[in-house]
């Protein structure tokens, strides 16, 4: 287990995963709640694709294999952290924007 590229794919899907998740609060400030739904489902896609990553390591250490644990795993987990939460919160700041134009 290569944990230098590990981290990097959890920073790259989870990068992936905030630039969406932007991409629909931007949408849903222009009222194109279509579109700001489609950059949600593939934020959530990205999401997924870094918590699998991390799962697979946590896999690992359970077996066993433990990781050395580095700034640049910490790095990554504050950007799967991070992307999680703005995420979450776009989602809730679409809904009202969703009930502002109704």
Known sequence: MNIEMVA?????YSGNSRSEAFQALKFAKEG?????????????????????VQTNLI???ARGNKAEIG?????AQ???????????LIEEMIDLYKNKNN
């Open 71 to 75: 700034l640049l795993l910490v790095h």
């Open 8 to 12: 990097m794919e959890i920073i790259l």
């Open 32 to 52: 194109k709640f279509e579109e700001a739904q489609e950059s949600l489902k593939l934020a959530k896609e990205e999401a997924l694709k870094a918590h699998k």
């Open 59 to 61: 896999q690992e250490e």
């Open 78 to 88: 504050d950007h799967l952290m991070t992307s999680m939460l703005a995420k979450d």
